[in-house]
């Protein structure tokens, strides 16, 4: 009985087969975070994406959500060396200066190693939550995009000062 079931498992699907890769429009993030928006963007391309065919299954869902979490690893990770470059110019600064103060530059380092690792774990939680189930995958790709999102906003507020 097993072996039936597996052997049905691997059939192909051709309704799934017929539809589109996934794709998420970057513009509705982009244009949102331009009008300000903050939070209230996180999450739009990728339920766009989903609302297209193929994006109502597991697969579709993970990708979609995947695809927007590219997007905002992209911008976190170039407001991280924006703001380091800051951090490191008012380090040498003060350094020039004399006296005693506590460097930015390998604090923010810290800060965002050890914000890897908390996301890391946090979004293994909410994986752990759908018992083995195949909304682990969905909900473990959001928590990612989620908190890299609010993390590309947080140091997005350092971005420009001097």
């Known amino acids: 009985m097993r072996a039936a079931a597996f052997a049905l498992c691997l059939l192909p699907l051709p309704a799934l087969a017929d539809l589109p890769d996934p794709a998420i429009d970057p513009a509705l993030v982009t244009d949102c975070l331009a009008a300000g928006r903050g939070e209230a963007c996180i999450g739009l391309a990728a339920n766009a994406c989903m609302e297209q065919p193929g994006g109502f299954s597991t697969y579709g869902m993970s990708a979609c959500l995947g695809l927007e979490y590219d997007l905002w690893d992209g911008l976190l990770n170039d407001h991280y060396r924006e703001v380091m470059a800051q951090a490191r110019a008012m380090d040498e600064e003060m350094a020039g ?10 604090a923010l380092r810290d800060a965002q190693r050890r914000w890897i690792a908390w996301r890391d774990a946090a979004c293994a939680f909410e994986r752990s939550r759908w018992g083995g189930g195949t909304g682990a995958g969905p909900a473990g790709v959001e928590c990612m995009l989620t908190l890299t999102a609010r993390q590309a906003l947080w140091l997005d507020q350092y971005r420009g000062e001097t």
Do not use: N
């Open 97 to 106: 200066l004399g006296g005693t103060f506590e460097a930015q530059a390998p």
